[in-house]
């Protein structure tokens, strides 16, 4: 049972667009939801991470946008470069327990 | 700092034989955990570890997976006897504790992966 559902499954962006990728949950436990980008060939890592306190978080070209009420979380990826172009997992988790991750976004950024 | 290390990075081998990995997380982080990664999915808990316990094993296949963590610092993951489903990759990664690993964030490995024929 996926406990975190992702959407877009891949995505082409022009070099300078906004890439958007969404989220959804169902378990209310969750207080934690991360961003993580992979390359191919490597572990993983952590882009941007937000607590349901607050609506919204941005670290640079990366942002994050949170909707309580409606259990979703987006990464928002403005002025998206060919650099950007890997796997993109959002993850979920309650206190103290490991991330549950969804299937990915495959972003593909061209020049 | 140094990051996780795994080992071996690639492993093939046929069904019904076993296989073991290896991981020595970031030094100093308390928990660990082994999820898998099945080509073009995300990744999926097998197994947690604070210190040397078990925090969460609920998704590990326990009839042929195991694992262990001695000492609180390195851990292996083993699969005996593997099926073809088992092939994907096995990525370790650690965190300074579970309770603030989200402000800190997990540190992932390389991941090491398995093909099952």
């Known amino acids: 049972q996926q406990q975190v559902k992702q959407s877009p499954q891949s995505l082409i962006v022009q070099k300078g667009g906004i890439s958007i990728i969404n989220c959804a949950y169902e378990n209310t436990a969750f207080d934690y939801f991360p961003w993580y980008q992979q390359f191919p060939g490597k572990g993983p890592a952590l882009l941007i991470a937000i607590r349901p306190d607050v609506s919204e978080k941005k670290e640079g070209r990366f942002t994050i946008s949170f909707n309580k009420s409606a259990k979703q979380f987006s990464l928002h990826i403005m002025d998206s470069q060919p650099g950007d172009s890997a796997t993109y997992f959002c993850?979920?988790?309650?206190?103290?327990?490991?991330?549950?991750f969804g299937k990915g976004t495959s972003l593909l950024v061209t020049p | 700092e140094a990051g996780v290390a795994q080992s071996p990075r690639y492993k093939i081998i046929e069904k019904r034989q076993s296989v073991a990995f290896w991981c020595n997380p970031i030094?100093?982080?308390?928990?660990l955990y082994w999820y898998q990664q099945i080509l073009g999915q995300g990744p999926k808990l097998l197994i947690q570890?604070?210190?040397?316990?078990?925090?969460?094993d609920s998704q590990l296949p326990k009839d042929r997976f195991s694992a262990e963590r001695l000492k609180g610092v390195d851990s292996t993951l083993k699969i005996q006897p593997a099926k073809l489903e088992d092939s994907a990759v096995y990525l370790c990664?650690?965190?300074?504790?579970?309770?603030?690993?989200?402000?800190?964030?997990?540190?992932f490995g390389s991941g090491t992966r398995l093909t099952v024929v």
């Open positions: 570890f604070q210190n040397n316990g078990v925090v969460d």
């Open positions: 990664a650690s965190s300074l504790d579970a309770s603030i690993g989200r402000i800190y964030g997990y540190t």
């Open positions: 030094s100093g982080h308390a928990t």
């Open positions: 993850a979920a988790s309650p206190s103290g327990y490991a991330l549950n």
